[in-house]
């Protein structure tokens, strides 16, 4: 099984760009080809896990709360924050290696902050 990522609308989309181009096999959802801009958090992480898709964001804030509270009532196949000072390149090299040495067995309901 393949790990597969939701960017959530805050997340830099250079980030899923840089990742794309070093990893072209790599399924990672743009937040404007899954429609998650504009949503709640609450939908966000219902929507990635309908698609079982590790979200990706920048959300520090209100992100790890949201979660918390989805994964009460329902599994999520996990949520990864990566902080706004992180580069673009140390972003994209550590969603990589997740999405090659880890099964999304390994995310089931977990938070995760990079750098990893």
Known sequence: MQVL???DADLNQNIVLATLRRFP???FQPATAAGVRGLADPDVLRLAAEQGRILVSHDQRT???HFAQFIVFR???G???VPQSMSVAAAAA???LIAT???PSEWVNRIAYLPI
């Open 5 to 7: 990522f939701q960017a």
């Open 75 to 77: 599994p999520s196949p």
């Open 63 to 65: 992100m790890p709360r």
């Open 94 to 96: 550590d969603l990589i």
């Open 25 to 27: 096999s790599i399924d």
């Open 101 to 103: 040495v880890t099964t």
């Open 79 to 81: 949520l990864l924050i």
